[in-house]
């Protein structure tokens, strides 16, 4: 490295010095559970019993459907079998194979709506499971951002989620700002009124 260029690291090292304790003592840092107060928050509880509703509902489309397309799985089994009989003549057979050809592509048409249908409830309840998450976290989310603006707090992190390495973004707080119970009573408070 040349004289210049350590000269200039040094004047800029001069310069910021100063700053970055001016900013440090200016910042007021406070950490807070998500998981602990998504899971705890009242809304969470009212979402997740009006999804498990919804999968009953879907159960029992379910359910409906099963039964009949299994009706109609008996129905083919018998019409097939009634084809094969070799009492029949050859044109009362042909009329039945006919018969069991239909039946068939009833039963694959049966298959395809009740497969199709699956998918479709599936996607429903996942996009209103997610939805429900978005606007509980956007609730808390305003929550902690009147708290953390009340009391002074510059940054606010999450230390409940876990990253790509297995840890959480905050690999190390004291407890000192640990703003979870104060957020916890809030949500209490605002449940209440």
Not at 6 to 33: Q, R, W, Y
Not at 128 to 146: D, G, N, P, W
Not at 152 to 179: K, P
Request: aromatic share 6%; proline share 1%.
């Amino acid at each position: 490295m040349n004289m210049r260029k350590l000269i200039i690291l040094s004047f800029l090292a001069a310069l910021l010095t100063p700053l970055s304790h001016s900013l440090a003592e200016n910042t007021k840092i406070g950490v807070v559970d998500m998981a602990k107060i998504f899971n705890t928050h009242p809304d969470t509880r009212t979402a997740e019993e009006a999804i498990e509703q919804k999968v009953k509902e879907f159960e029992q489309e379910r359910k409906t459907l099963l039964e009949k397309f299994q009706s109609e799985k008996e129905a083919y089994d018998a019409a097939r079998k009634d084809a094969q009989n070799k009492a029949w003549s050859q044109s009362v057979r042909t009329e039945k194979e006919t018969l069991v050809a239909a039946k068939r592509e009833v039963l694959r048409d049966l298959e395809q709506q009740m497969r199709e249908t699956f998918e479709f409830r599936q996607k429903q309840v996942s996009d209103q499971r997610l939805r429900s998450r978005q606007r509980i976290i956007e609730k808390i989310k305003t929550l902690i951002s009147a708290y953390a603006a009340k009391e002074g707090y510059t940054m606010i992190l999450d230390f409940s989620e876990t990253g790509a390495s297995g840890l959480t973004s905050v690999v190390y707080h004291d407890g000192a700002n640990n703003i979870t119970d104060a957020i916890l009573m809030l949500t209490r408070t605002n449940e209440e009124e």
